[in-house]
Every structure is written in structure tokens, then in C-alpha cells.
């Protein structure tokens, strides 16, 4: 008896462990200027710009295309974090 899919979720599970590889460490370097709407939008997306590229070569691959989503929105929150917390700082300096 043959189980059919299996060599689909090999490859998936390849593609996957692959990419898991490539975005181990740092994804690249955003600046923003935390009083900038604009700025942390930009910065915003120049991240998801950066893990678009990393995963341009699994488009087809859903386990990725669900971790691509979770990461945009993690690097998306802490963005806006960081930017709150130097707003903060600054405001209490002052």
C-alpha cells in the first residue's frame, strides 16, 4: 500500500528546514526615527521587503507562507515597541 503525498510533504518539509536555515540570525538592519509615522512605516516595510526575498523561492509552500505571516507581523510589533519604548525615553530624559 502507497500513501500518497508523502513525497509532497518530503519536499515541503525539505523546503521548509532550507528556509528555516536561511533566516537563522539576522534578517537585515532597519532604522526609523520613532517620531515618524512614516519612518516606522517604512521601516515596517523594509522588513517584510527583507523576508519577502528570503521566501520569493517557496511561494508555493503553506507551512512557510504561515511562518512568512507570523514573522511580518512579530518584526511588525516590535518595530512599533521599540518605538513607543524611545518615545518614552525620550520623554522621561526630558
Known amino acids: 500500500m502507497k500513501i500518497k503525498g508523502l513525497d ?6 525539505k ?6 536555515k536561511e533566516i537563522d540570525g539576522s534578517l537585515g538592519e532597519v532604522q526609523f526615527d520613532p517620531f515618524d509615522a512614516e519612518s516606522i512605516e517604512q521601516a515596517i ?13 517557496y511561494l508555493n509552500n503553506p ?3 504561515k511562518i512568512v ?20 525615553n525620550t520623554d522621561e530624559d526630558a
Open 45 to 57: 516595510i523594509n522588513i517584510e521587503n527583507m523576508i519577502d526575498q528570503k521566501s520569493e523561492n
Open 15 to 20: 523546503q521548509l528546514e532550507k528556509f528555516m
Open 8 to 13: 509532497h510533504l518530503s519536499k515541503q518539509m
Open 63 to 65: 507551512m512557510i507562507s
Open 69 to 88: 505571516g507570523n514573522l511580518k507581523e512579530n518584526y511588525r510589533q516590535n518595530i512599533i515597541d521599540k518605538a513607543a519604548e524611545a518615545r518614552v
